[in-house]
């Protein structure tokens, strides 16, 4: 994935931010390149700051979904920017959790990737303070997954049973 923003300094200069992900994440600034890391080991969570010219840049990304906030704003969606890491709570990450590990112990990696992308919804939900549609989401996902589990189970018995 690869995605491009440019903004104006306080000095009126020119800059161009962009984020490339792939088997290692990259924020490319005015062509200086930092290597960042996710912050969770399930699914690509980044929180990363830099300042260039007295201004505040931070790199936000969830799952594949990516945006810079400049000093407090969101270019993308113009919303105000909001810590993942200090907002998001501790059982939202427990559920996330859960649905990739767990569950690919349980029902196997097939779930374990529909864990991985229901999971940055968690997170998502988590930050615009729905904790209802979190647990929602959660008890949803796990659903699907019993349900993939059952499909994947009966098929394969009835391709050897024939």
């Known amino acids: 994935m690869k995605k491009s923003w440019s903004f104006t300094d306080i000095n009126g200069r020119q800059h161009s931010i962009e ?69 998001t709570p501790a059982y939202v990450w427990v559920l996330v959790g859960i649905s990739t590990i767990g569950v690919y112990f349980l029902f196997g990696l097939f779930s374990a990737l529909i864990g991985i992308i229901m999971s940055t919804f968690y997170v998502k939900l988590a930050l615009n303070k729905k904790t209802g549609a979190v647990i929602g989401c959660f008890v949803g996902c796990t659903v699907i997954q019993i349900v993939v589990w059952f499909v994947v189970v009966v098929l394969l018995s009835a391709v050897t049973y024939y």
């Open 19 to 87: 984020y490339k992900s792939g088997f290692s994440n990259k924020l490319i600034i005015d062509g200086n390149t930092y290597k960042v890391k996710s912050q969770n080991w399930f699914i690509n969570v980044l929180d990363y700051s830099i300042e260039i010219a007295g201004t505040d840049i931070r790199l936000v990304v969830i799952g594949n979904k990516a945006d810079v906030a400049i000093n407090g704003v969101y270019i993308g969606s113009g919303e105000p920017y909001i810590p993942i890491q200090a907002n």
